[in-house]
Nanobody, 124 residues
Framework: QVQLVESGGGLVQAGGSLRLSCAASGRTFRSLGMGWFRQSPGKEREFVAAINWSGGSTPYADSVKGRFTISRDNAKNTVYLQMNSLKPEDTAVYYC?????????????????WGQGTQVTVSS
């Protein structure tokens, strides 16, 4: 069992930055792949970024590449998503998820555990 708690969402103007955090508990964090996904009203959940167990692989969605950075701190059992140059189209509920395989896959069905989500709103 893995418990995930996201934080750091909020309201920001276009061009601004936010850093999301996801604290994990219940299983050895360093063995987990971690991912960030998002969902906005009327749209399907979409992949944002992922990181494998070692931090050596970090795939990104094309829409966020160059603006978002995923990282992890295994000592704090936490994964982060630094979001810069935010755009109104980044507005969504952001979810972190845990991949038991350690890979950090780009598809949602590869993840066994999900957080409750944190709202990010970018105003124009």
């Amino acid at each position: 069992q893995v418990q995930l708690v996201e934080s750091g969402g909020g309201l920001v103007q276009a061009g601004g930055s936010l850093r999301l955090s996801c604290a994990a508990s219940g299983r050895t964090f360093r063995s987990l792949g971690m991912g960030w996904f998002r969902q906005s009203p009327g749209k399907e959940r979409e992949f944002v970024a992922a990181i494998n167990w070692s931090g050596g692989s970090t795939p990104y969605a094309d829409s966020v590449k160059g603006r978002f950075t995923i990282s992890r701190d295994n000592a704090k059992n936490t994964v982060y998503l630094q979001m810069n140059s935010l755009k109104p189209e980044d507005t969504a509920v952001y979810y972190c998820a845990a991949d038991l395989s350690g890979v950090g896959r780009t598809i949602g069905r590869g993840y066994a555990y999900w957080g409750q989500g944190t709202q990010v709103t970018v105003s124009s």
